[in-house]
């Protein structure tokens, strides 16, 4: 070999290393850098798949606050979302090093009935937007419930979300003090294939009959598209903190628990179908003469009784310390978003209150309802038009 063609090789070589180097370390901070625009016609955390943590937290309004206060706190929140969606520190943050990229960072930002009544701004309410009736089946817990704001932060990675969390209740504290916090979760990043359906606690696949994302069913039943400008792109969202009884639930044998569900625990199919996304035959009747779906399982209660009771469900479960060092306490961060909750969710939750087996087995502990803003762009503020 030459000396020409020995350099030649070796500097080859050489580029090939530091390529290979490179691509490594951009394989390995891959996350870091995934971003999910946060401007558009609608917030972003909505129409997206869920990322593997997620933060509710609700505010309640400090006294004397006014549509004024509200404008200036939509700005500061605004240029938060904008630096921390980019993957960026918020202004003036004091560990900016706990941010180092956005990780699919999204933060949705919404606002409960009790703000529109504090603020005397009733008649800039969504249409149906109203709070959930009682339902029987409920034990609702204040320290879970209601909220006159509602920042919902979700992110893959937790220190990330948590770092963001701070910032966002830092930021907010000259106009609300915090109601509550929930935290829940997901599969984490590439356990799954993408458009897998999650599983709950109880190993159910939970949303199969969502809309698909980005399709006209999911934009017909989640985005509002009449009434106040602040919310035309918007939605409304039930938010339901279930608490599931798991210690009698791991006790029934497998036949049992999916003859209350009503799907098979394997891939989520129908019971008496093959795939999980087959229609239910909610007349087929086996050798005996009994309905293979019973009429107690919660898939034929939870089922839209015409088109009008469609909407769009996304779970996180969750998983908290007990009264004692020794418990656990385990359950769903249930949402639903819809244009209308009073036509679209609350008749199915009626039923599901009324005569679901699977009720033996959760306990609605929490609940509120909230209206989300329209997206922005770059140079708007969030929901300017409500509090102007």
């Not at 004091?94 to 956005?102: D, N, T, V, Y």
């Not at 050798?287 to 769009?312: C, D, K, M, Y």
Request: proline share 5%.
């Amino acid at each position: 070999m030459s000396g020409a063609a020995a350099v030649s090789g070796a500097v080859a070589a050489d580029a090939y290393r530091k390529g290979y180097a490179e691509a490594t370390a951009a394989t390995q901070t891959k996350l870091a850098k995934s971003s999910i625009p946060w401007t558009g016609r609608h917030q972003a955390g909505i129409e997206s798949r869920p990322q593997a943590h997620a933060n509710f937290i609700a505010l309640d309004l400090k006294t004397g606050i006014n549509n004024d206060d509200m404008l200036r706190w939509m700005v500061l929140l605004t240029d938060d979302i904008a630096r921390l969606c980019d993957g960026q520190p918020a202004l003036a943050d004091p560990e900016p090093e706990l941010i180092p990229g956005a990780t699919n960072l999204t933060i949705t930002v919404g606002f409960g009935p009790s703000l529109f009544e504090k603020l005397h701004i009733t008649d800039r309410m969504p249409v149906g937007f109203a709070r959930l009736p009682a339902f029987k089946i409920d034990a609702l817990d204040n320290s879970f419930s209601d909220g006159d704001v509602l920042i919902h932060a979700a992110a893959d990675d937790l220190q990330v979300l948590s770092h963001v969390t701070r910032t966002l209740i830092r930021d907010s504290a000259t106009f609300a003090s915090t109601r509550w916090i929930q935290s829940g979760f997901t599969n984490a990043v590439g356990t799954s294939a993408e458009g897998t359906t999650q599983r709950n606690l109880m190993g159910q696949v939970d949303g199969t009959d969502n809309p698909e994302l980005g399709s006209k069913s999911f934009a017909e039943q989640v985005w509002i598209e009449s009434g106040p400008a602040w919310v035309v792109g918007g939605t409304t969202l039930a938010l339901r903190r279930i608490r599931m009884n798991l210690s009698t639930w791991d006790s029934l044998g497998r036949a049992d628990k999916e003859q209350v569900i009503g799907r098979n625990l394997h891939n989520g199919a129908p019971l008496g179908k093959i795939n999980e996304r087959d229609v239910p035959d909610f007349l087929a009747k086996d050798e005996s003469g009994l309905t293979v779906i019973p009429p107690f399982a919660h898939i034929r209660r939870a089922t839209a009784e015409n088109p009008q009771e469609q909407f769009f469900r996304r779970p996180f479960n969750y998983q908290d310390r007990g009264a004692t060092n020794s418990d656990l306490e385990s359950g769903l961060l249930w949402t639903a978003y819809a244009r209308d909750l009073s036509k679209q969710y609350v008749p199915v939750q009626k039923r599901l209150a009324d005569f679901d087996l699977l009720n033996k087995w959760t306990t609605p502990v929490g609940s509120a309802v909230f209206a989300l803003a329209r997206g922005v762009q770059a140079d708007e503020i969030l929901a300017e038009e409500l509090f102007s």
